[in-house]
């Protein structure tokens, strides 16, 4: 999961993406609405933590370009404006979730993989492809129901592949999808997560490269020390 926070005050902007990466999500950070529209004119978010007063674009009419241009990023408004007046408005502008200041970080996450769990394409909170269960809410990975330990990254990436349902995705793709704009896109850490992900998954090995294009998850295959697209 990918969410962009468009939060002025820095030190909670910073405080909210540090939490949220210890919980397996990659968090984007923008302190105004024009840079809020511009990150998610290039970048594809699952959620945008939106405060609604904030310096340029209003957070108001950022939310209302959201709906506008048909992305499927979800809303989480996140605002002082705890009246219900207030949170009335908000979901007339096309909020999906409403969360007062002050809050609980733990609120936070739960309600944001709510949010993830029904995205535009529907997708169930418990994914099961190729022998393989990813259950988005628990955090866990089950192989013909065995539980398989993994990391948070692992989690994510795997919950990417797992979204195609055996289509091949990029290395680009899932730099983007499970690391944040801050990644190195020379950086090796996609296939260095691949292969400790199939170390963990064991064998016969599920993730299968396809050379020069990316990776996939597929029907049990021979070990293969391909490492990379």
């Known amino acids: 999961m990918r969410v962009l926070i468009v939060e002025d005050e820095l030190y909670l902007a910073e405080a909210i993406r540090d939490g949220l990466r210890l919980e397996a999500i990659a968090a984007d950070v923008v302190g105004d609405g024009d840079t809020a529209l511009e990150y998610l004119a290039v970048n594809e978010y699952d959620a945008v933590v939106l405060d609604r007063d904030i310096p340029g674009t209003h957070g108001d009419e950022v939310a209302r370009r959201i709906v506008a241009d048909g992305l499927p990023t979800r809303i989480l408004m996140l605002t002082a404006a705890g009246l219900l007046d207030d949170k009335v408005r908000g979901f007339e502008i096309g909020a999906d979730d409403y969360l007062t200041k002050p809050f609980e970080l733990r609120e936070l996450v ?21 022998g393989l269960t990813l259950d988005t809410f628990r955090r866990e990975v089950f192989r013909d129901g065995r539980y398989v330990g993994v ?3 692992q989690f994510s990436v795997l919950e990417v592949l797992m979204a195609a349902r055996g289509g091949v995705v990029s290395a680009e793709t899932l730099l983007e999808r499970a690391w944040d704009e801050n990644a190195d896109p020379f950086t090796n ?12 998954l064991g064998d016969p090995w599920l993730i299968h490269t396809v050379a020069g294009v990316g990776y996939r998850v597929g029907e049990a295959g021979p070990v293969d020390d391909t490492s990379g697209p």
Do not use: H
């Open 151 to 153: 990391t948070r990254k």
């Open 110 to 130: 739960m309600r944001l993989r709510a949010l993830g769990r029904r995205p535009a394409e529907g997708a169930p909170p418990v994914q099961e492809f190729a």
């Open 189 to 200: 850490a996609v296939r260095i997560t691949i292969s400790s992900l199939r170390k963990r």
